[in-house]
Nanobody, 123 residues
Framework: QVRLVESGGGLVQSGRSLRLSCVTT????????MAWYRQRPGGERGEVAR???????KYADFTKGRFTISRDYTKNTVSLQIDGLRPEDTAVYYC?????????????????WGQGTQVTVFS
C-alpha cells in the first residue's frame, strides 16, 4: 500500500534548474532513509543523494555541489534540487525509501521505489 510518487522531471535546457519531488502515500509505520537515485541511458542505477534518518545528508561525488536533497521528516516527502543542469544529467530519477510497515498485524521491513521521473537536458 505504501507508494512513492515522483514529479518534477521534464525537458530542460542546459544551465537551468529543476526541483524533483517525491511524496509517500499509504500508511507506513516508519520511514527511515530516503534517497534519490538515477539511471543514465545505457548506465547503471546509482545513488545521487541520501537523507539519513539522523539528519545527515550524503551526496555522490559527481554532484559537485549542484545537487541539494531536502526532506520533511513529518510528511515523509523528499526533494532534489538540481542546479546548472548538464546534458550528462539526463536520466530517469528514482525516489527511494527504507521503512517499516504493518502487514496483517506484523511489522515488516520494506524498501520502496518510485516509478521514476525522466529528466532530459539539451544543449
Amino acid at each position: 500500500q505504501v507508494r512513492l510518487v515522483e514529479s518534477g522531471g521534464g525537458l530542460v535546457q542546459s544551465g537551468r534548474s529543476l526541483r524533483l519531488s517525491c511524496v509517500t502515500t499509504g500508511n507506513p509505520w516508519r520511514i527511515n532513509d530516503m534517497a534519490w537515485y538515477r539511471q543514465r541511458p545505457g548506465g547503471e542505477r546509482g545513488e545521487v543523494a541520501r537523507s539519513i534518518i539522523d539528519g545527515r545528508m550524503k551526496y555522490a561525488d559527481f554532484t559537485k555541489g549542484r545537487f541539494t536533497i531536502s526532506r520533511d521528516y513529518t510528511k515523509n516527502t523528499v526533494s532534489l534540487q538540481i542546479d546548472g543542469l548538464r546534458p550528462e544529467d539526463t536520466a530517469v530519477y528514482y525516489c527511494f525509501a527504507e521503512g517499516d510497515e504493518y502487514v496483517l498485524g506484523d511489522l515488516e521491513e520494506h524498501e520502496y521505489w518510485g516509478q521514476g521521473t525522466q529528466v532530459t537536458v539539451f544543449s
